[in-house]
């Protein structure tokens, strides 16, 4: 059975179920969690100047250098 009108298309109605949705951004959660205990960890252990050297590279990169 096709539901809803969206630029002149008939659409679907959707597939997916909530579980499937709130499956993924729990896993998405968990993936962002470990990114931030992966930097703090980098950051602790004596990294951080280099980390902040790539960012700043990263900053100016489209410009060149600043004045």
Request: hydrophobic fraction near 50%; aromatic fraction near 18%; charge should be positive.
């Amino acid at each position: 059975m096709l539901t809803g009108i969206f630029y002149g298309f008939l659409l679907p109605p959707p597939k997916k179920k909530i579980a499937e949705i709130l499956g993924f951004f729990a896993v998405m959660f968990i993936v962002m969690l470990a990114f931030y205990f992966l930097g703090q960890w980098l950051h602790n252990t004596g990294h951080g100047p280099k980390m902040k050297a790539i960012v700043d590279k990263m900053r100016r990169w489209p410009f060149g250098r600043r004045k």
